[in-house]
């Protein structure tokens, strides 16, 4: 098993060198506006991405399309998924669906890795209540939920491919996250324990748009050293770019301070693998659990947009939030860039300089519940 102080001890070397990288020229050279443009695409063209939809299978072409341009080698896996849908009467329909997730990657020589991910599908009806109250659904555009994690996704990829890396580079877009989170779990799943071991962090973007503000949160298996070269370097890049940011302030015992909650990032997190979520919310408001995003109002009724088509979608969001989804977009790539391109090729920002100290917390990561039942 790949112990913590192994792991942090190969973070503490990617501090060694301390020179600028170049990172790669892309057509529009302004950070975020490849991933609007992406975003608004995704959910114009593919809206109703529910899992095993037709929506979704295009979608899921398109991002592979994208990505295969690009010169990742990439490909489509499906996968089986089967999930109850609820009645008022308490009979239980299951639906049995095939997901399209996509999967692309750049080798390098060594054999650790970096994966980004963004789930794909939008929410689909899985209850009487939700079918009459119009959520999900074919005319859901899924903005915030989640054409725009995908598109930051894609632009990162984008900007990433000429940049010689020590490691490989993954780009995952799942599916079936809102069902139960099932693309990522098989994906986590079929990985080799060495594959686990080996993958340093993966970056889970899920809900960038709506929220007051972006967090940072790490799993709550997640080394305290890896923390600190991840989640901790992410909010001083953004504090020194000027960006708002934060972590779960822990007002709710259920939610540890620093950790999220409740995505995809959750099924690598099970196995011990370093995660780093990347959303929008607010931790402080409602039941301090990050399901209400924003403060209640004629905009928002309920304080959140999640899988609502009126909500979540583009004519609402440019309206509520002018400018929004170009800005969290350009936020999230001026984070995550340097963040990323610092890990994967050894080489830090000035800026980025390494926590100070040669003590590293020595420490194991044990398995969650869900993790042990599956030995």
């Not at 098993?1 to 529009?28: D, I």
């Not at 989640?231 to 939610?255: E, Q, V």
């Not at 009126?310 to 170009?326: N, Q, V």
Request: proline fraction near 6%; aromatic fraction near 6%; include cysteine.
């Amino acid at each position: 098993m790949f112990s913590a102080l192994r792991r942090a001890v190969m973070y503490a070397a990617l501090g060694v060198c301390l020179s600028p990288v170049a990172v790669a020229q892309t057509p529009n050279d302004k950070p975020g506006s490849i991933a609007a443009q992406h975003t608004r695409y995704i959910a114009t063209v593919f809206p109703g991405r529910m899992t095993g939809s037709p929506a979704e299978m295009l979608a899921a072409d398109y991002v592979n399309q994208q990505l295969t341009r690009l010169g990742y080698q990439s490909d489509i896996r499906r996968l089986d998924i089967h999930y109850p849908y609820r009645h008022a009467a308490r009979r239980v329909d299951w639906q049995h669906v095939q997901g399209h997730m996509v999967i692309a990657g750049k080798k390098a020589a060594s054999p650790y890795q970096i994966i980004v991910m963004a789930h794909l599908d939008t929410f689909a009806p899985q209850n009487d209540r939700d079918t009459n109250h119009n959520l999900g659904g074919l005319s859901y555009q899924g903005v915030d939920d989640n054409a725009a994690g995908v598109g930051v996704m894609l632009e990162l990829a984008e900007r990433l491919r000429d940049v010689p890396t020590g490691y490989t580079l993954r780009f995952i877009a799942t599916s079936g996250e809102e069902e139960g989170r099932f693309g990522s779990t098989n994906y986590v799943e079929k990985m080799s324990a060495q594959e686990r071991a080996n993958t340093l962090l993966v970056i889970n973007l899920d809900n960038l748009i709506v929220g007051d503000r972006l967090y940072f949160n790490s799993g709550k298996n997640t080394p305290a050293a890896v923390t600190k070269l991840t989640r901790d370097r992410a909010l001083a890049i953004a504090a020194r770019k000027g960006i708002r940011a934060a972590i779960n302030p822990g007002l709710n015992p259920t939610y540890p301070k620093g950790t999220g909650c409740c995505n995809d990032a959750d099924a690598f997190d099970n196995y011990g693998v370093p995660v780093l979520s990347v959303e929008a919310t607010n931790w402080s408001l409602g039941k301090h659990d990050g399901y209400q995003q924003v403060t209640k109002s004629r905009a928002f009724p309920d304080g959140y947009a999640w899988h609502d088509p009126k909500l979540d979608s583009l004519a609402h969001l440019d309206k509520a939030l002018p400018g929004r989804i170009e800005k969290r977009s350009r936020d999230v790539v001026n984070v995550l860039l340097p963040l990323i391109t610092g890990l994967a090729t050894a080489e830090l920002q000035p800026e980025d300089t390494p926590i100070k100290g040669d003590r590293i917390p020595i420490g194991t990561v044990h398995p969650s519940p869900e993790q042990a039942a599956r030995k």
